[in-house]
């Protein structure tokens, strides 16, 4: 621990320089003493611009956030006009090889602490000795899309009635970052991806803004939409927004033509459409495939109750679980044999609907021999007495072709 005057200067140093250096993770800014009296913390953050590294800033304010980005150059005068007793009197700064911490005194008088061997993982965004736990946001409210759909104002401030969606978005683009960091395509820096039923844009317009803006990749989505009126809403706001990369097409998962694509997304396509999504993901190559079922119509009247369930599956709300499990197990256990590792879990239901169940696949480095999957496949079936899967029937019908 130091204690001196020219503490805030060598913790600006530190921070400056671990950006340069490529090892900077998070810093916070907090116990604020200046005018704006409900300025409660900034949030700093590296982010990729045009190809250059920046320095954003996130003002957390009581019922807003205002988002800002620098160049690195900037850094240092800036920070130095953040800290002090009228302004940020406590600073947090993480990055991969340590961490410091300064602390400004109402007189003014600084303490620095440092120590090495921090975790790699970004810090929490609550200020220190607070026991709020606030989420990471992965999009910011300043980005011109959210204003264009109607999630925030013109003044980059979340519509209250989009909350919801605000916490869908980011927590979809959550699991996705997570998937593309586990996948072959962790360091490509072009991608190709399809959302199949891409409704009013929200999720696609926030993955191709993420893709492009946070990560500088040069992606091209596409949305395929069966309503004309929501391809009109959305096409329109492309142009309005001038973005590059995205466009709108309309089209029926079951009838589109497939092309080679690296990730292929399918959120709440009704019954037999996830798998002809998911089929579609397969033949275009995709190395992520991410869907989220909707109804499962298909494999209910088929089933057999077998004793000792006949008791339990007598109930027509856990025949109709018992449909939905089984249908998206059996659609994992097809993934695997296809080559990828699967999860299923519970996501944030989406609007209008329960539904919230989520499969993942991500296309695996190494093969692995699909006979004991595919034994699996055949003992569930024949367990449960199912003659047809539609998935199965595609990827059958695509080996003989």
């Not at 920046?54 to 690195?72: F, S």
């Not at 998206?328 to 609007?351: H, K, N, P």
């Amino acid at each position: 621990m130091t204690s001196r005057t020219d503490a805030l200067s060598d913790f600006v140093d530190l921070l400056c320089s671990s950006l340069a250096e490529g090892r900077f993770v998070k810093a916070t800014l907090a116990k604020y003493r200046g005018p704006e009296t409900d300025l409660q913390r900034v949030q700093l953050r590296s982010v990729p611009l045009r190809g250059e590294p920046h320095l954003q800033l996130v003002y957390r304010h009581a019922t807003k956030d205002i988002t800002k980005n620098h160049p690195l150059a900037e850094a240092p005068a800036l920070l130095q006009s953040l800290l002090g007793a009228q302004a940020f009197r406590h600073a947090q700064l993480q990055t991969h090889d340590g961490q410091a911490e300064l602390m400004i005194s109402e007189r003014g008088q600084t303490t620095l602490r440092r120590s090495g061997s921090a975790p790699t993982t970004a810090p929490t965004d609550s200020a220190p000795q607070s026991h709020n736990r606030e989420k990471q946001r992965w999009l910011t409210l300043d980005r011109p899309f959210l204003a264009e759909l109607g999630v925030t104002t013109a003044l980059h401030t979340l519509v209250p009635a989009m909350a919801r969606k605000w916490k869908q978005i980011n927590k979809f683009i959550e699991v996705f970052a997570h998937a593309l960091a586990a996948s072959p395509l962790a360091e490509a820096r072009q991608l190709n991806l399809v959302d199949f039923g891409s409704g009013k844009g929200y999720l696609t317009f926030a993955i191709h803004d993420w893709l492009r803006h946070a990560r500088g990749i040069e992606a091209q989505v596409t949305g395929v939409e069966l309503r004309p009126d929501m391809v009109q809403l959305c096409s329109a706001a492309i142009d309005k927004l001038a973005l590059n990369g995205l466009r709108i097409e309309q089209g029926d998962v079951r009838s589109w033509t497939p092309q080679a694509l690296n990730v292929m997304i399918a959120l709440h396509a009704c019954d037999t459409a996830t798998d002809y999504a998911i089929d579609l993901g397969l033949r275009g190559g995709a190395d992520i495939i991410l869907c989220s079922p909707c109804c499962h119509k298909q494999i209910r009247p088929q089933l057999l109750q077998p004793h000792p369930l006949r008791a339990i599956l007598q109930h027509g709300v856990h025949l109709g679980q018992e449909a939905e499990m089984l249908t998206d197990g059996l659609r994992a256990l097809l993934l695997e044999a296809s080559g990828y590792d699967t999860q299923v879990f519970e996501f944030i239901s989406l609007e209008h609907t329960n539904k919230n169940k989520m499969i993942l696949a991500v296309k695996r480095r190494q093969p692995k021999p699909a006979e004991p999957v595919l034994q699996q496949i055949a003992e569930v079936k024949a367990f449960y007495g199912i003659r047809e899967h539609c998935l199965e029937t595609l990827l059958a019908a695509r080996r003989a072709a």
